[in-house]
């Protein structure tokens, strides 16, 4: 049974940080792209960043040099350091694990980040 299983998420104040973890289960990590999407309300859910089995990363515009995806394949998990946070980034924010080879692509069920003032 495969799970993807976020924690992090809050209520933070502008310009503070917060750091999503996603631990994965039931798969071979190390062959997956993990990546981290998010969902506002009335919005479609985009990719907010994501990194390659070899470590290779992508990010949205948006994100650029204020997140940072990591991950740790002795622990099976990918981390999100979001700075800098600001109201735009209120979101649900969703693990993806997701493998070409395998055809196979994974959700967690989604952490809530809210940036208020």
């Known amino acids: 049974q495969v799970q993807l299983v976020e924690s992090g998420g809050g209520l933070v104040q502008p310009g503070q940080s917060l750091r999503l973890s996603c631990v994965a289960s039931g798969i071979i990590f190390n062959i997956y792209t993990m990546g981290w999407y998010r969902q506002a309300p009335g919005k479609q859910r985009e990719l907010v960043a994501s990194i390659t089995s070899i470590g290779v990363t992508n990010y949205a515009d948006s994100v650029k040099g204020r997140f940072t995806i990591t991950r740790d394949g002795a622990k099976n998990t990918v981390v999100l350091q979001m700075n800098s946070l600001n109201p735009e980034d209120t979101a649900v924010y969703y693990c993806?694990?997701?493998?070409?080879?395998?055809?196979?692509?994974?959700w967690g069920q989604g952490t809530q980040v809210t940036v208020s003032s």
């Open positions: 993806n694990a997701e493998s070409f080879r395998l055809s196979r692509n994974y």
